[in-house]
């Protein structure tokens, strides 16, 4: 119970934290063009409010919701999520959004998002400056593969070095997936550079796996924790675990990945001792460990930096995350992608047990570029939808009718509200067949 509410309070301020930046973007842009911001909230209040305060002499109403859903600026004389037609049917006045020029409304709607992206580039620029900018440098590290990617033809030890003749630099989310979309992979290989042909049906068999892709830490055993399942199934320090209730799991991302699916259970495990294979079942902790730790650790890089230097590297950082979850976006739109969707339990998830500031930023900064990206996304009813209609009305010459808006914000709520059922109802599909 304490881990949950740890991790729910870290999603909790998160989220909030982003909500915020991102309506304070449509907020000073809406001020700057001097368009009368009606309401400014934290979550959403149908019905009623937690808090709210207007301050004298000021024409917007701050508050808190009840429904931690998000959050909105009510802003005059624009068609959203209020649905307010009765205002809309007032003659429109100087200080409302509808009476600016396209232009300026674009900025308006937009706002959000770039705070976004800078509020995570702000982070990762911090944390450089902070702890350093600590990776493994993927063209001098032997990774260890799952399965489904020895099938595709990796083999462990490769140095993955290309894909699609794109360099890879570093063992991270946008090399791993570059990976994962490429047709071809150049791999260092017993000293030779090879190239790989990557079946078509790769990425579909990766998420089906449902298990990490690869590692570059074995699943060798470099001490045992006394008094702990590993050591009372008969575990030796030097024993190199080959696989998991038959699945390969030389990586250790794999190997934790299927002891987390049987927590509180009985595994049967292959492991290689003094060139024999032997096989050892093993009780799972309920935490999804057995006591051991690894034997050896890649060469870490850690690049550091002063003040002012950390913030093009920051940005750097920011562009990598960004360029990843584009490309993690790709595998989503697919029918296994779909099934791996998740909502507020499944980013709850990612947080760590115990509260870690590190951690906690890193995750902050990559769920900022989400929002930003989601929200740019041409849906009805997300600032990318205003922004679309913005552009036709800036490329024609010609506003879309206040009716026609009408509809098609009804019609994005509709389809956000769906997909947030969805996504959240596979959270809780998955918790329960987990039982």
């Given at each position: 119970m304490e881990t949950i509410l740890i991790k729910a309070l870290q999603l909790i301020l998160s989220l909030s934290i982003l909500v915020i930046v991102h309506e304070c973007g449509h907020f000073i842009?809406?001020?700057?063009?001097?368009?009368?911001?009606?309401?400014?909230?934290?979550?959403?209040?149908?019905?009623?409010?937690?808090?709210?305060?207007?301050?004298?002499?000021?024409?917007?109403?701050?508050?808190?919701?009840?429904?931690?859903?998000?959050?909105?600026?009510k802003i005059a004389g624009m068609i959203d999520e209020s649905m307010d037609?009765?205002?809309?049917?007032?003659?429109p006045q100087s200080w409302e959004f509808r009476t600016k020029p396209a232009w300026q409304r674009?900025?308006?709607?937009?706002?959000?998002?770039?705070?976004?992206?800078?509020?995570?580039?702000?982070?990762?620029?911090?944390?450089?400056?902070?702890?350093?900018?600590?990776?493994?440098?993927?063209?001098?590290?032997?990774?260890?593969?799952?399965?489904?990617?020895?099938?595709?033809?990796?083999?462990?030890?490769?140095?993955l070095l290309?894909?699609?003749?794109?360099?890879?630099?570093?063992?991270?989310?946008?090399?791993?997936f570059r990976v994962l979309s490429a047709k071809e992979v150049t791999v260092l290989r017993d000293g030779q550079e090879q190239l790989l042909s990557i079946p078509k049906d790769f990425r579909s068999q990766f998420l089906i796996s449902k298990t990490p892709f690869t590692d570059f830490q074995s699943t060798r055993i470099d001490s045992?924790?006394?008094?702990?399942?590993?050591?009372?199934?008969?575990?030796?320090?030097?024993?190199?675990?080959?696989?998991?209730?038959?699945t390969d799991a030389t990586a250790f991302g794999?190997?934790?990945?299927?002891?987390?699916?049987?927590?509180?259970?009985?595994?049967?495990?292959?492991?290689?001792?003094?060139?024999?294979?032997?096989?050892?079942?093993?009780?799972?902790?309920?935490?999804?460990?057995?006591?051991?730790?690894?034997?050896?650790?890649?060469?870490?890089?850690?690049?550091?930096?002063?003040?002012?230097?950390?913030?093009?590297?920051?940005?750097?950082?920011?562009?990598?995350?960004?360029?990843?979850?584009?490309?993690?976006?790709?595998?989503?739109?697919t029918k296994e992608g779909a099934q791996s969707l998740g909502g507020f339990g499944a980013i709850a998830s990612f947080f760590p047990k115990q509260w870690d500031w590190p951690?906690?930023?890193?995750?902050?900064?990559?769920?900022?570029?989400?929002?930003?990206?989601?929200?740019?996304i041409p849906i009805p009813a997300l600032d990318g939808g205003h922004v679309m209609f913005l552009l036709y009305e800036v490329v024609s010459g010609r506003k879309p009718?206040?009716?026609?808006?009408e509809r098609a914000q009804m019609v994005g709520m509709a389809l956000l509200i769906a997909l947030l059922l969805y996504a959240n109802g596979m959270d809780v599909f998955r918790a329960i067949t987990k039982q």
């Amino acid at each position: 119970m304490e881990t949950i509410l740890i991790k729910a309070l870290q999603l909790i301020l998160s989220l909030s934290i982003l909500v915020i930046v991102h309506e304070c973007g449509h907020f000073i842009f809406a001020k700057i063009f001097k368009v009368r911001v009606e309401k400014f909230y934290l979550f959403f209040n149908p019905w009623f409010s937690l808090f709210k305060y207007k301050p004298q002499k000021s024409e917007t109403e701050y508050g808190i919701g009840w429904l931690p859903l998000g959050g909105y600026v009510k802003i005059a004389g624009m068609i959203d999520e209020s649905m307010d037609k009765a205002a809309l049917a007032q003659p429109p006045q100087s200080w409302e959004f509808r009476t600016k020029p396209a232009w300026q409304r674009l900025l308006i709607m937009v706002g959000g998002v770039i705070m976004n992206f800078l509020l995570a580039f702000l982070i990762y620029s911090l944390m450089v400056f902070k702890w350093g900018d600590n990776y493994v440098p993927m063209d001098k590290t032997p990774l260890y593969f799952s399965q489904c990617a020895h099938q595709a033809g990796f083999q462990d030890g490769d140095i993955l070095l290309k894909a699609d003749g794109k360099t890879l630099t570093r063992y991270d989310d946008l090399d791993l997936f570059r990976v994962l979309s490429a047709k071809e992979v150049t791999v260092l290989r017993d000293g030779q550079e090879q190239l790989l042909s990557i079946p078509k049906d790769f990425r579909s068999q990766f998420l089906i796996s449902k298990t990490p892709f690869t590692d570059f830490q074995s699943t060798r055993i470099d001490s045992l924790v006394p008094g702990n399942n590993a050591e009372k199934a008969g575990l030796k320090v030097g024993d190199k675990i080959l696989s998991i209730n038959g699945t390969d799991a030389t990586a250790f991302g794999v190997f934790a990945s299927e002891l987390a699916k049987n927590k509180d259970s009985k595994v049967q495990l292959i492991v290689l001792r003094d060139q024999a294979r032997d096989t050892i079942p093993v009780q799972v902790n309920a935490d999804g460990q057995i006591g051991f730790t690894l034997h050896g650790h890649p060469a870490f890089v850690s690049d550091k930096y002063n003040f002012f230097t950390s913030f093009p590297a920051g940005i750097y950082l920011g562009i990598r995350k960004m360029h990843s979850y584009v490309l993690q976006l790709k595998l989503i739109f697919t029918k296994e992608g779909a099934q791996s969707l998740g909502g507020f339990g499944a980013i709850a998830s990612f947080f760590p047990k115990q509260w870690d500031w590190p951690a906690f930023w890193s995750m902050t900064a990559f769920l900022s570029i989400i929002l930003g990206i989601m929200n740019i996304i041409p849906i009805p009813a997300l600032d990318g939808g205003h922004v679309m209609f913005l552009l036709y009305e800036v490329v024609s010459g010609r506003k879309p009718s206040d009716k026609f808006l009408e509809r098609a914000q009804m019609v994005g709520m509709a389809l956000l509200i769906a997909l947030l059922l969805y996504a959240n109802g596979m959270d809780v599909f998955r918790a329960i067949t987990k039982q």
